[in-house]
């Protein structure tokens, strides 16, 4: 009896394998991470709009995981990205029911509250599986995040975003460092998510060494702020003039700044 039933189990086993390796996906959770990518691009582009026009945005790179576990016979990979929201200390919460109040009834968004009441973190469901989530990360900062979860894996599946024309921004971060009396310590990153109203949303990257001699942060950008100051510490900076958010920060000895521009509402 044993016999039989350790042989079934082994069938099982081949028949679960070969399954996994060669049928065709059946479910959308099983589509792979290079189809799922433009939902997750979109959802960023949402999430940037709802978050409204009086706060600073900041849109981080896509972040690919391999190695996680798809089936018990197979790994697979996840794809996520994140806006950084920064807005007055205190406006979290409204911030965060603003977006899940602006985002499409598709997204069926909601938000929890903690005991005193205030909006704490959101949910919202992008379509094709791809979850997203938003929280506080600290004072006057939110992060929210569109995720695949684990799917399996696409071959040569490069997760940078493509460049999305029609801005000029790329010369921002560099003429930052130069009012700071600082030297760019890299070439401009740039990456961008569609906007739901049609064009893009971009965010240029540049950092620069810092040495203890330059500016003030407040000083050399403070002139340019032509909007509203959202954060004034003497380790960061940022402000919204428009629909261009602009965020100068010192970590360690190093400056860095991150220019956006695109979505409104």
């Given at each position: ?50 978050a409204g026009d009086d706060v600073v945005v900041e849109l981080s790179p896509p972040r690919l995981t391999s190695g996680c576990r798809l089936t018990p016979l197979r790994d697979g ?189």
């Amino acid at each position: 009896m044993f016999v039989v039933v350790a042989a079934w189990a082994a069938v099982l086993l081949v028949v679960a394998y070969l399954s996994v390796r060669h049928d065709e996906p059946t479910v959308p959770e099983q589509r792979d991470v290079a189809a799922a990518a433009p939902v997750v691009d979109r959802a960023i582009g949402q999430l940037v709009a709802a978050a409204g026009d009086d706060v600073v945005v900041e849109l981080s790179p896509p972040r690919l995981t391999s190695g996680c576990r798809l089936t018990p016979l197979r790994d697979g990979a996840a794809l996520d990205r994140s806006v950084t929201v920064r807005t007055a200390v205190g406006a979290e919460p409204t911030v965060l029911d603003r977006v899940a109040q602006w985002l499409p009834g598709s997204y069926h968004a909601g938000t929890r509250r903690g005991r005193d009441g205030a909006t704490v973190s959101l949910r919202a469901d992008a379509g094709e599986f791809v979850g997203i989530r938003g929280a506080l990360a600290g004072p006057g900062v939110l992060t929210l995040t569109a995720a695949t979860g684990c799917r399996p894996a696409s071959p040569n599946f490069d997760p940078t975003v493509r460049l999305l024309y029609g801005l000029q921004i790329d010369e921002e971060p560099p003429r930052i460092l130069a009012a700071l009396g600082i030297s760019p310590s890299g070439p401009v990153v740039r990456f961008g998510a569609p906007c739901p109203g049609g064009g893009a949303v971009h965010t240029a990257r540049g950092s620069g060494r810092a040495s203890g001699k330059e500016a003030p942060l407040e000083t050399a950008v403070r002139p340019a702020a032509g909007g509203a100051v959202v954060a004034d510490t003497p380790d960061l900076y940022a402000y919204r003039d428009g629909r261009r958010s602009v965020v100068v920060e010192r970590v360690d000895r190093e400056i860095l700044v991150a220019v956006s521009e695109g979505c409104g509402q």
